[in-house]
């Protein structure tokens, strides 16, 4: 995992595709300049790779800021960065690689514990299962039978080929 940070404070989390390139939300870029941190678990220790800044900003060029489709972004580092023990690469699923309903997957984040509360400065980790399309629509679906748009409207599918879009297309 990837600390981005704006002005030393994390903003955004993100993850190492190449030792050159950090995929992220595009959200996360409001015209500021974003550097990285990579190798933390806890934020406020010292022992972290970084900051290291970035050098170019590849937005999806379909990104609404609105509706927050399309919510990607690469960021190209000013250096590459030395692989080690804690800081790998995240590999990006294969262009047919469609993740199986029942499949557990790990998420990461340095994000918020509970509502009203500050963000973690621990890296936290939790074990997800992925829904089948018509458990999502259940569950996703508003009390008027609309789907929220950003969770379902084919996001997946788009998503993954928003990543590789972006990666050879930049």
Known sequence: MVSVQISKGHACGGFLVSESFVMTAAH????????????????????????????????????????????????????????????????????????????????????????????????????LTVFNEAECKRLWTQHDGEVLENVLNKAVPPSRNSMLWLLLNF
């Open 28 to 127: 996360c870029w409001q015209k500021l300049n974003l550097q990285v941190v990579l190798g933390a678990h806890d934020l406020s220790a010292k022992d972290k790779v970084g900051p290291v800044k970035v050098k170019t900003y590849y937005r999806h060029p379909h990104y609404d800021s609105k509706s927050l489709r399309n919510d990607i972004m690469l960021l190209e580092l000013e250096n590459k960065v030395q692989l080690s023990k804690r800081v790998q690469l995240i590999p990006l699923p294969k262009p047919d690689g469609d993740v199986k309903a029942g499949t557990v997957c790990s998420v990461a984040g340095w994000g918020f514990t509970r509502s009203y509360g500050r963000p973690s400065m621990r890296l936290q980790e939790a074990n």
